[in-house]
């Protein structure tokens, strides 16, 4: 059996071991350590179209989907080739309804906010007979 006096030497040996371990792992000069640095604001791109617009009976829309990223910024340059055109966009975030004359060049611009995918309309009911089918999905990944 252990006399109280052994058994604080040994306690003791002990304590000092386990300081002396740790002491081992920490290393001579360990840096305190700085925080992180703060990460990069978001790269925003932009992405330009150049839509050229027509009756739907002469080909509409001269682009049938447009595919950007989410957080893109988007700038539509619309051109009305023969009668009065646009861009009709409503978003859950903003809604754009932008005409553009007959030989008139227009720009629309949005960020792409949300994944999905939308369609572009042409704000102009009277443009032809096949207004409904002047659409340009917009694909947001
Ligand atoms: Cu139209």
């Not at 006096?5 to 305190?32: D, E, H, N, Q, Y």
């Not at 829309?61 to 700038?75: A, K, L, M, T, W």
Request: aromatic fraction near 6%.
């Amino acid at each position: 059996m252990k006399t109280p006096a052994k058994f604080a030497i040994g306690l003791t040996a002990l304590v000092v071991l386990v300081a002396l371990a740790r002491l081992s792992t920490l290393g001579p000069t360990a840096a305190p350590e700085s925080p992180p640095p703060p990460p990069p604001p978001p790269v925003r791109t932009e992405r330009v179209f150049f839509i050229s617009a027509q009756i739907h009976e002469n080909s509409g829309f001269n682009v049938s989907e447009i595919r950007v990223q989410r957080g893109d910024h988007v700038v539509l340059v619309v051109t009305s080739l023969d009668t009065t055109h646009g861009i009709l966009l409503d978003l859950p975030w903003v809604s754009i309804s932008n005409t553009v004359p007959p030989g008139q060049t227009e720009r629309v611009e949005f960020d792409a906010e949300q994944t999905g995918t939308f369609t572009i309309y042409c704000p102009n009911p009277l443009c032809s007979a096949e207004h409904y089918l002047m659409r340009i999905a917009l694909v947001i990944e």
